[in-house]
């Protein structure tokens, strides 16, 4: 069974940047079967996507938060990791980790099969 | 960018059949997914690929996509269905989530 934890401070002050990072366990962070995504969902609001990372290490981010954001694998921990800089309290939200598989022959897209319990990251001074 | 409408709200009796939808500019070409989001717990994926289901996901659940909509049906709903629901899509390699839809059972 595939566990995802995330981890990380839940408060950081406005204009520094936000760092959380997700354990992998019960699967393979290196498979190639699979992305590794991280999304959130402000209270009461709707869910977004803010990015991936594959198991090469290549990665793709939502257009809209893509200048402020890293995410970055660790294969000899089974983490992976996100950054989020110059914060402001729109950022503030409960963020996920994701596993994110994927078909890119025929129809494409994906589906995110499993995921972690969520970390809430407020934004504050 | 691409967007996924879905209605804010569906309502529907215990034993109905609940359908909630999720359109997008030539969503059929694409593969959708279903998420069910209770309060305070993290998101289940109920359907993938259109009309797949995971094992563990009864089969009154079940989807369908063709032309600009999505459907997510479920028959014979139960009170532990009363959910939000999100539809997911794939656009240029990117992510993109429905706005989410509350189905109240009553």
């Known amino acids: 069974q595939v566990q995802l934890q995330e981890s990380g401070p839940g408060l950081v002050k406005p204009s520094q940047t936000l760092s959380l990072t997700c354990t992998v366990s019960?699967?393979?962070?290196?498979?190639?079967?699979?992305?590794w995504s991280w999304i959130r969902q402000p209270a009461g609001k709707g869910l977004e996507w803010i990015g991936r990372?594959?198991?090469?290490?290549?990665?793709d981010y939502n257009p809209s938060l893509k200048s402020r954001v890293t995410i970055s694998t660790d294969t000899s921990t089974g983490q992976f990791s996100l950054k989020l800089s110059s914060v402001t309290a729109t950022d503030t939200a409960v963020y996920y980790c994701?596993?994110?598989?994927?078909?890119?022959?025929?129809?494409?897209?994906?589906?995110?099969?499993?995921w972690g319990q969520g970390a809430l990251v407020t934004v504050s001074s | 960018s691409y967007e996924l409408t879905q209605a804010p709200s569906v309502s529907v009796s215990p034993g109905q059949t609940a359908s909630i939808s999720c359109s997008g500019d030539?969503?059929?070409?694409?593969?959708t997914s279903w998420y069910q989001q209770k309060p305070g717990q993290s998101p289940i994926l109920v359907i993938y690929?259109?009309?797949k289901r995971p094992s563990a996901i009864p089969d009154r659940f079940s989807g369908s996509n063709s032309g600009t909509t999505a459907t997510l049906t479920i028959s014979a709903t139960q009170a532990m269905d009363e959910a939000d629901y999100y539809c997911?899509?794939?656009?240029?390699?990117?992510?993109?989530f429905g706005g989410g839809t509350k189905l109240t059972v009553l």
């Open positions: 994701a596993r994110e598989g994927y078909s890119l022959l025929g129809a494409v897209g994906s589906y995110f099969d499993y």
């Open positions: 019960g699967g393979s962070i290196t498979s190639n079967s699979y992305y």
């Open positions: 990372v594959s198991s090469r290490g290549t990665v």
């Open positions: 030539n969503l059929g070409d694409r593969y």
């Open positions: 690929k259109d009309s």
């Open positions: 997911q899509a794939w656009d240029s390699s990117t992510v993109v």
